[in-house]
C-alpha cells in the first residue's frame, strides 16, 4: 500500500500541486489550501505550486520529491499531470495516467463498468451538439434524462432534462464544454457516495439536497442547506451492495489512492453507478474526507496516508 514511510517522507520536499487551468479551479484551490495547511500541521516541508504551463520548470525550481496531487479536472485529474510526473520521475498521490484518463470520461468509464458488469444507467454518447440535437426524437429511452459534457467534474454543466426544450439547452450547454455530450438514462432514487481508500471500501454517505440534484451549487454553495447523512441510513444489505459497486469501479479502473463514486439507489434497492473521481475533493464540505472522519480519520490523517501512498504507477 505505502509508497513511503512517514520517516521518509518528512525528509523530502513535498509540491502540493492545486489550482490549474480547468473550470474547477476555484474548487482546486481550496483543496491545495487545505491539504498544504493539514501536512504542514504534522511536520512535513511542503511547497504549494499554482499549476500552470510552467509547472515542469516550477518542480525543478522546488526541487519536488513527491507530489501530492490536489489538482481537478482537465489537465490535473485527467492523466495529463500524471503523465508528467511519470516523466520528471516524482512519485505523485492518486492514480497513474491510465486510470486517471479513464476516470475523468464518462464515456470510456462507462465501457469499462458494462465490461465489468457494474450497473450504470443507460447512455448514448455524441460527438457534437449538432449529433446530439437530431436525436432528440430518437433516444432509446425517452424523456427525463441526464446531459452531461463527458470531461468535466463537479457537476459543471450537467443537467437534468424533463422537455424537448430543456434537452436541447442543455446540450447546447455541454457543447461548450470538454469531451464527448453523455446523454444518459434519468434514475430517479437517492443519492448516494462510496468512498474507497488503498483498496478497501470505507463506507456510503447520503447526500441530501435542497436543490433537484448534487449539482455545482449544492456541492460548493449550499449555504449549509446540503445535508450529509454518515452512515448512509440504509438497510445493511443495500449499504454492502454500495459498497461493494464503488470498490469494484475502483478495481476496474485499476485506480490508486482513494476515489469516490456517485451511485443511484432507487426506491425498489437497484444499485446505479454514476461515475468514479479518482482525485476526490479535500475541501471542508468534500466527501471523502467525511467520510473518512466516520471511520476515524481525521483530515490531517487522511493526507497523511496519501501522501504515503504516492508512488510511479508506469
Known amino acids: 500500500m505505502s509508497g513511503f514511510s512517514k520517516d521518509e517522507l518528512k525528509r523530502k520536499r513535498v509540491g502540493v500541486l492545486f489550482g490549474g487551468m480547468s473550470s474547477e479551479r476555484e474548487v482546486s484551490l481550496r483543496t491545495g489550501a487545505a491539504v498544504s495547511k ?27 520529491e513527491v507530489a501530492f496531487i490536489a489538482l481537478h479536472g482537465r489537465y490535473g485529474e485527467d492523466g495529463c499531470v500524471q503523465g508528467l510526473l511519470e516523466c520528471m520521475f516524482i ?14 470520461d ?24 449538432d449529433e446530439a440535437r437530431a436525436a432528440v426524437d430518437s433516444l432509446p429511452f425517452g424523456l ?9 467534474g463537479s457537476s459543471v454543466g450537467v443537467h437534468i432534462c424533463k422537455t424537448r426544450d430543456e434537452y436541447l439547452a442543455a446540450v447546447e450547454d455541454a457543447s461548450k464544454l470538454a469531451g464527448s455530450i453523455l446523454v444518459e438514462q434519468y ?9 474507497v481508500l488503498d483498496n478497501e471500501a470505507l463506507g ?6 435542497a436543490r433537484e440534484f448534487y449539482d455545482y451549487e449544492a456541492k460548493y454553495k449550499s449555504g449549509g442547506t446540503t445535508q450529509y447523512l454518515f452512515p448512509a441510513p440504509l438497510p445493511p444489505d443495500q449499504y454492502e451492495r454500495v459498497n461493494q459497486v464503488c470498490l469494484a469501479a475502483h478495481r476496474a479502473l ?18 446505479f453507478l454514476l461515475e468514479i473521481n479518482t482525485l476526490p475533493g479535500m475541501t471542508e ?29 508506469a
Do not use: N, W
Open 38 to 64: 493539514a501536512l504542514r500541521g504534522l511536520g512535513y516541508d511542503v511547497a504549494e505550486i499554482d499549476v500552470g504551463k510552467d509547472l515542469p520548470a516550477r518542480l525543478a525550481a522546488e526541487k519536488v
Open 91 to 104: 512519485p505523485y498521490t492518486g492514480s497513474g495516467v491510465m486510470a486517471s484518463s479513464l476516470g475523468m
Open 106 to 129: 464518462k464515456v470510456f468509464a462507462k465501457q469499462v463498468f458494462i465490461a465489468h458488469g457494474i450497473p450504470t444507467p443507460p447512455y448514448r454518447a455524441f460527438h457534437s451538439g
Open 144 to 152: 427525463p434524462v441526464v446531459v452531461k459534457p463527458s470531461r468535466e
Open 187 to 195: 434514475i430517479k432514487g437517492r443519492e448516494v457516495q462510496g468512498g
Open 204 to 209: 456510503v454517505i447520503e447526500v441530501v439536497a
Open 254 to 271: 485499476e485506480c490508486s489512492g482513494g476515489s469516490r463514486s456517485d451511485v443511484i439507489l432507487t426506491p425498489s434497492g437497484e444499485v
Open 285 to 313: 464540505s468534500s466527501l471523502l474526507p467525511k467520510i473518512a472522519a466516520g471511520r476515524g480519520i481525521d483530515f490531517p490523517g487522511l493526507c497523511e496516508r496519501l501522501l504515503q501512498g504516492a508512488t510511479l504507477k
